[in-house]
């Protein structure tokens, strides 16, 4: 494929994926305040599962965000990234070394190494090559490439344990005190805050996303932990959306998932009633307040409710001359 037909690939998807993220919401809080929030994650997670492999691949792994950075892409890297997109995983691999070989300590060349070495199913050389690009470059990523870490050191804990993911989580969030303020989640020797989190979450998520489709456990995993975040941080609308999605990508405890969406949907129904309530009993004092105050200066003189009223008033106040 030539450059310029790459660069139209993501120009495609990059501009309706920038409008999407503009798009605000409306949701209930978990404790029934109703709140706006900036973009619905689940939405935005489910347009990546419609993505094709080429505009996925062009946006994750080359970056590009005009067509000058674009040609400063070196052919060797272009075609890595082309061999990969066709599957050819080895000559990927082979293409990148000799990258590595001829200009040593590029980004580009330890993450795609590491994403080739993972989507070959060589965890750990991918793990190795992921944790080289982190040192090289910590900010990539929106700096949220230690989940990648995590996600292929759960990865290798599954290939001796296949049932890992039964009894533990990628991220191991406690559910019963993201709630609190000054929330702080260890991890990867990080102390990270419910915004970070989120962060990770969304971002690593999306690429992934792009080109993991369901079923796939670790993507279901951390679709389970971003709907918890999401119900505690912002609104249970996202939450359930997330749940959902979840439940698409096999999660391995469903019914867990069916009971938590329970709560949510409960919680929902009683927010929304008691809302509804609310607005019914305002109106109604409005309007009778309103009402009360159009009798009260009706009877006062200062207005009349009608004609005939109008013409008695001026009869008997012409008697009193």
Known sequence: MKKSSRAAVLVGFLVPLGILACININGTTLAGASKTVGRSPAQQLRRMLQMAPMAAYTRLH?????????????DEALNAV??????????????????ETKSPGNY??????????????????ALQWISEGIKRNPESHEGT?????????????????????????ILDADETQIAASDYRLRASDRSLSLKEIQTALRHQLTERMLFVKPKDPIVADLLHTYAMVEAHATVMESAIELMTLSKEYGVSDPMLIDSQLADFERALKRATLLREVLFYAISIGVVGAFVG???????????FLSIKDYRAYQAAHAEKR
């Open 62 to 74: 080359l970056e590009v965000t005009s067509q000058a950075q674009f040609d400063e892409i070196s």
């Open 82 to 99: 082309e061999q990969m997109i066709q599957g050819h995983y080895d000559a990927s691999i082979a293409t990148l070394e000799a990258l």
């Open 108 to 125: 580009s060349t330890a993450s795609n190494l590491g994403t080739a070495y993972e989507l070959k199913g060589d965890n750990r050389k």
């Open 145 to 169: 490439e230690w989940l990648h870490e995590l996600i292929l050191q759960a990865k290798l804990k599954m290939e001796k344990e296949p049932d890992w993911l039964k009894n533990h989580h």
């Open 293 to 303: 105050g159009l009798y009260y200066c009706h009877r006062r003189k200062w207005f």
